[in-house]
Structure formats: structure tokens, C-alpha cells
């Protein structure tokens, strides 16, 4: 996608006139942005979108890199990041993100729209963990096994070779039941 069918609020139109313009169906909302109404809405439109939230040296992360890799028809309400440098970094609070302190190395990342996203696999191992700080995460973990099928096979392998990181075992049998599910509907 190119840069320029992408309108966020306050570069080329303000708000209210990208309003309006939803309102005639020009534009549509995508995120953080608007885009024309006959534009597809795929992985790029989404992550460029989020790119004005993502801070540097961070990566989109959990719920947010599973809507940017096409899970769900809405953005989370808070997006997610995780730091991409090995070293701790500061990062400005933002209301409408959550800053996770944990670092993610480059073979986990992937580049959309020259925004660094959690891999799949990386994304849907993010959400098993953090499901017992935040059982929400589950819908999330849901939509994006629907629209990524073998994610969890190897978010399974890679929770298998995890050692004392926090809610490892029920991430891999919510990993384990949710790949049983895909299984029966595909026979």
C-alpha cells in the first residue's frame, strides 16, 4: 500500500474532515487511520495504521499483532509492544498502549508496511502466556488461529523449550485444546 491512501488525523486532514468523508463513504476507519473506501484492507493498511502508536525500537505485540495479521474485524482498544533491543529502554507513556519490558529478537519479528510486528507464531505464544494475567487475551489467541492455522503447532514447540516463565503450562494446553478444535473442523 502506498503512503499516500493512507490518512491519519492531523498530517493532510484534520479529524473532523476525515469524519465527514467517512460519513459521504470516501474513506473508511482502519485503526489509527482512513483509507479509501474501495482500498482492500489488509496486513499493510492495519500495521501502517499503528505505526504513529508503535515508539521506537518496540514491536507491535499480543492483540495488536494478532489484528494486525488479520485476526478480528476491530483493533484492540490498547495496543500491545514489546522492545526489540536487547537492552531496557524507556518508553513514554500513552494511554492507549502497553509497554511490555520483554525483549523480542529480530527471528520473531516481521516488517509490515516498514512496521515491526511479532511474528504469527511469536504473537499467538504471547497471548497463551498472558493468559493467566488476562483471560481476554483468549479471544484474540481465538481469531488469529482461524486466520494462521499452523501458529499454534509452533507456538506449542517453542512453549515446550520455555523454562521458568509464568503460565507456560496453560498456555500449552490451551494451545494443545485450541489445535484440536482446527483438527476436528478440517475432517
Given at each position: 500500500m502506498h503512503p499516500a491512501l493512507l490518512y491519519l488525523p492531523g498530517r493532510r486532514l484534520t479529524l473532523p474532515e476525515l469524519s465527514a468523508a467517512r460519513l459521504d463513504g470516501h474513506v473508511i476507519e482502519v485503526g489509527e487511520g482512513y483509507i479509501p473506501a474501495d482500498l482492500p484492507e489488509g496486513a499493510g493498511v492495519r500495521a501502517a495504521s499503528l505505526a504513529p502508536l508503535i515508539p521506537p525500537r518496540t514491536a507491535a505485540s499480543g492483540p495488536s499483532a494478532a489484528w494486525v495479521h488479520g485476526a478480528g474485524d476491530r483493533p484492540p482498544g490498547r495496543h500491545h509492544v514489546r522492545r526489540t533491543v536487547e537492552r531496557r529502554i524507556r518508553v513514554l507513556p500513552q494511554?492507549?498502549?502497553?509497554?511490555?519490558?520483554?525483549?523480542?529478537?529480530?527471528?520473531?519479528?516481521?516488517?509490515?508496511?516498514?512496521?515491526?510486528?511479532?511474528?504469527?507464531?511469536?504473537?499467538?505464544?504471547?497471548?497463551?502466556?498472558?493468559?493467566?494475567?488476562?483471560?481476554?487475551?483468549?479471544?484474540?489467541?481465538?481469531?488469529?488461529?482461524?486466520?494462521?492455522?499452523?501458529?499454534?503447532?509452533?507456538?506449542?514447540?517453542?512453549?515446550?523449550?520455555?523454562?521458568?516463565?509464568?503460565?507456560?503450562?496453560?498456555?500449552?494446553?490451551?494451545?494443545?485444546?485450541?489445535?484440536?478444535?482446527?483438527?476436528?473442523?478440517?475432517?
Open positions: 494511554a492507549r498502549v502497553v509497554f511490555h519490558d520483554v525483549y523480542v529478537p529480530p527471528e520473531h519479528l516481521v516488517l509490515i508496511s516498514g512496521v515491526a510486528i511479532t511474528s504469527p507464531t511469536r504473537t499467538m505464544l504471547d497471548l497463551a502466556l498472558g493468559l493467566h494475567r488476562d483471560p481476554s487475551l483468549l479471544e484474540w489467541l481465538r481469531l488469529l488461529a482461524t486466520v494462521v492455522p499452523h501458529a499454534a503447532d509452533d507456538a506449542i514447540t517453542q512453549a515446550e523449550g520455555l523454562t521458568r516463565v509464568p503460565g507456560t503450562k496453560r498456555a500449552i494446553d490451551t494451545l494443545c485444546r485450541l489445535r484440536e478444535r482446527q483438527d476436528d473442523v478440517t475432517r
